[in-house]
């Protein structure tokens, strides 16, 4: 499956089966939009029409370029991977890797347009006990098999309203890592509200990556992100952001933020946030029913599509300018992955990771609690819930027909199943008002890669 599109200046053709991309010139792209459709004389007939200047054995020494790139497998490779899909992922099957500890179902944050509904997911206020937690821990080393690295983001509601536990929890692990064989890698996503030194300190000391939600410019964030007096937030965690960033030598963070109907425009607080001194970033579009007044409009998403772009030359300017940032769903790697059995069986959750509640149920994921039906069991008796267990291990790229001729397939592996499943009520569904953002976000990622190589002089 080829597909072709011209960004920045870039004629890019990907071949989706084989990961191959190039860069190639008006010619080339020309005749290999029409190489599949047309017989080789179709083919030159046209491109001698549309290109009188050029002659017809340049064009047959092209055709013939064109054939060899398809030889040797780098254009219109077919798709092969269909039959290995489900075997690749029931090979790790009762392997789990990851674990998201809701310590905190409440929040000291009042957002209307979180999916977790103010941290309660739907339930009681509550927070973990150091002893579901610990037992937590232990149920993932028990069910981690030969996996040395293991996975823990600490989240909510907001945690640090539990930021004893979270500590005493990192000691317990790091006191049987080692008599375990194991690695724990711990994250934690904050509002910022409760950061002081004591958090600084032990962020920087235990977790590989921090999280800080952000939404950007003032207006914007303090429109959603109150308080349960109504307000804003802003000026209260932005010091304490800075500080924290500046305390971890300006790396493994990300300010992370939502845009909604409110700010289709994101670049805008894109720039906000450079101009705080961040240079981590993702901005992340919001997820919500239709009616809602934060949801994306049809016209907003064609703004958005609009943003990527400049984003994308913003990057390349920073960049020439000595001032680079990161942008997190413009992070590809083009030559060390992800692995074909990550691209095709797509997300682990249900499978390799769970989010585990206070109470110590466990969860698909943390935007599955509160869903009783996607209850898989708890901490204490293992998964019980088998059947909807089997949902998410049959839930690769090929269960989803509208994806089967999509392009971009084999970078979102299918997308997620938590957005599939309040869509379509089935997480084998597709999220459609998300697949043009994905797509864009890709063409302007790859666009990146280009330019990058261009600069090197390689191809």
Not at 132 to 141: M, P, Q, S, T, Y
Not at 196 to 225: A, T, Y
Not at 282 to 301: G, I
Request: glycine share 8%.
């Amino acid at each position: 499956m080829v597909h072709q599109y011209k960004l920045n200046g870039y004629n890019i053709v990907i071949d989706s089966c084989s990961g191959s991309i190039h860069t190639v010139d008006d010619i080339a792209f020309d005749l290999i939009s029409v190489y599949e459709s047309k017989s080789r004389r179709g083919a030159l007939s046209y491109l001698s029409k549309k290109y009188a200047g050029v002659s017809r054995e340049e064009l047959g020494e092209l055709y013939d370029d064109i054939t060899s790139l398809k030889d040797s497998g780098q254009l219109f490779t077919p798709d092969t991977f269909e039959p290995m899909a489900k075997d690749l992922k029931k090979k790790t099957s009762g392997v789990i890797k990851a674990l998201c500890l809701h310590v905190a179902h409440t929040c000291n944050l009042n957002c209307s347009y979180c999916f977790a509904s103010q941290g309660k997911y739907h339930g009681e206020r509550a927070l973990m006990s150091f002893d579901v937690g610990r037992r937590a821990l232990d149920f993932l080393i028990e069910n981690s098999g030969k996996r040395r690295n293991l996975e823990v983001d600490f989240f909510g509601g907001e945690p640090l309203m539990n930021f004893d536990v979270v500590k005493r929890l990192v000691e317990y692990a790091r006191s049987v890592e080692k008599e375990k064989g194991k690695n724990f890698r711990f994250t934690l996503t904050t509002n910022g509200m409760l950061i002081n030194d004591d958090v600084i300190d032990f962020c920087n000391r235990e977790c590989s990556n921090v999280v800080l939600s952000l939404d950007g410019r003032k207006e914007i964030h303090d429109r959603f992100r109150v308080d349960y007096a109504g307000r804003g937030s802003f000026d209260r965690i932005v010091p304490k952001f800075q500080k924290l960033v500046a305390a971890r030598g300006g790396k493994n963070y990300y300010i992370r933020g939502t845009f909604t109907h409110a700010n289709p425009d994101f670049l805008e607080d894109i720039k906000t946030m450079l101009d705080l001194g961040f240079t981590e970033l993702s901005m992340e579009p919001v997820v919500c029913a239709e009616d809602d007044p934060a949801a994306l409009t049809p016209e907003d998403r064609e703004t958005v599509c609009r943003q990527y772009e400049e984003l994308a030359r913003l990057m390349l300017e920073r960049e020439k300018e000595g001032r680079p940032f990161t942008f997190y769903h413009y992070m590809i790697d083009l030559e060390g992955g992800p692995c074909i059995y990550k691209r095709i069986s797509g997300c682990g959750s249900g499978t390799e990771y769970m989010a585990v509640t206070p109470t110590g149920d466990l969860y698909p994921c943390h935007q599955f609690v509160g869903e009783k039906k996607y209850l898989l069991g708890n901490i204490y008796d293992g998964i019980t819930n088998r059947e909807a267990q089997s949902e998410f291990a049959d839930c690769n790229v090929y269960a989803r027909e509208e994806c089967r001729d999509c392009w971009a397939k084999l970078y979102c592996s299918g997308g997620c199943a938590a957005n599939a499943y309040h869509a379509t009520g089935s997480v084998a569904g597709v999220y459609k008002a998300g697949c043009d953002l994905f797509r864009k976000r890709i063409e302007c990622a790859i666009m990146l890669k280009a330019a990058e190589a261009d600069e090197q002089g390689t191809e």
